[in-house]
Structure formats: structure tokens, C-alpha cells
């Protein structure tokens, strides 16, 4: 990944860092009543469990099995986008992200998933990526077709939030399908 990738506007992807700990961590107590609604990981999130996902996003950038980003704007994180890994078999990826419930509007999510669907497909040479958002994710489902990708259909009752289950909306896109793979 390239050291920044600039989304206009203030704002850019940078691969995590050990020193985005604190940030990172201050950033899901502000938004975790929010991030809980959706984010299986948010309740239960601690500055040690920030930590400990730093460690393991730069061994998965070190693996070259993908990475995660924060989004920053205006100097300040906002969110992390990111693949949940590479199938190099089949030459696909999932993304998976989260923004800040006050840098919602302003088109960050759609602009930062676009990028990275960019890089799947050009740097990689990838054929397929997918989202995964929960059905009744309004914002989350809205980005994803922003950005072009196709519902496929839904998953039944596959993930488990704050004590119930959450059906999960199916969208992907393919390289041929992709835009910016005709330019």
C-alpha cells in the first residue's frame, strides 16, 4: 500500500499504526453506543484490545495478506476500512469499516471503500471484493451502493451483535464490472 492514499478534502488512508493506540481507543469510547449497534467487537473494546488489533493489522500488512487503514481528516483519525484478508486462490477479499458517527454526510466511507476497491483490483489483481453489512445498517448498506457494488442477497441470522442475531446484506463487485478497471 502506498504510505497515504489522499480521498480529497482533508482527507486520507494510512495504514495503522503502533502510535494510533490512544486515538484509536479514545475514538471507539466516543462513538461505542453508536459502533455497538453494529460492531460485535465494540462493547467488549478496551485500550488493550485497541492495542492488540494494531499487532495484528501490521503482521497482516507484514503477511501481505492484506491491511487495515485509518481514515484520517483533518489530522484526526475517523474511522478504519480495511480487508478482512486475501483468498489468492480464488482472488478475492472482503472489507470490512467503520466511521465515526460525526464524519457520517460527508462521503468519507463511500470515497475510502472506492479507494480500496481500487487497490484490490489494481495492485493485487483481484476479481472479486465483498461487503457484508447488517440488513437494518442503513448507512453502512447506503455506502455500499454509492459505490457501485451489487446486492447479491442476504444471509440469514449470521452475525451476532449485543445479544441477538443479524441478518447480513450481501454486496460485491467484480474487476470487470469496476469503473476505474475501464480507464
Known amino acids: 500500500m502506498e504510505p497515504l492514499i489522499d480521498l480529497g478534502d482533508g482527507a486520507s488512508l494510512r ?6 493506540a490512544d486515538e484509536l481507543d479514545a475514538l471507539v469510547e466516543a462513538n461505542r453506543e453508536y459502533l ?5 467487537w465494540a462493547p467488549a473494546q478496551t485500550r488493550e484490545s485497541t492495542r492488540d488489533f494494531i499487532d ?3 503482521a497482516q ?16 483519525i475517523a474511522g478504519v476500512f480495511g480487508y478482512h484478508g486475501i483468498d ?10 467503520w466511521l465515526a458517527e460525526a464524519a457520517q454526510g460527508r462521503g468519507l466511507a463511500t470515497r475510502a471503500v472506492a479507494a480500496l476497491i481500487d487497490h484490490a483490483f489494481g ?8 461487503i457484508r453489512a447488517a440488513v437494518d445498517n442503513a ?5 455500499c451502493e454509492r459505490a457501485g457494488l451489487t446486492f447479491e442477497g442476504e444471509l440469514r441470522e449470521a452475525e451476532r451483535v449485543g445479544g441477538r ?14 469503473p476505474q478497471a475501464q480507464s
Not at 15 to 20: F, K, N, S, T
Not at 89 to 97: A, I
Not at 123 to 130: D, Q, T
Open 15 to 20: 495504514p495503522v499504526q503502533a502510535g494510533d
Open 36 to 40: 455497538a449497534r453494529w460492531m460485535p
Open 56 to 58: 495484528t493489522a501490521i
Open 61 to 76: 500488512q507484514a503477511a501481505e495478506n492484506g491491511f487495515q487503514a485509518v481514515l484520517v481528516v483533518d489530522g484526526a
Open 88 to 97: 489468492r486462490v480464488h482472488h478475492r477479499t472482503t472489507l470490512g469499516y
Open 123 to 130: 495492485e493485487w489483481g483481484l476479481h472479486r471484493v465483498e
Open 139 to 143: 448507512p453502512s448498506r447506503a455506502v
Open 165 to 178: 442475531y443479524h441478518d447480513l446484506a450481501v454486496y460485491s463487485v467484480l474487476d470487470a464490472e469496476w
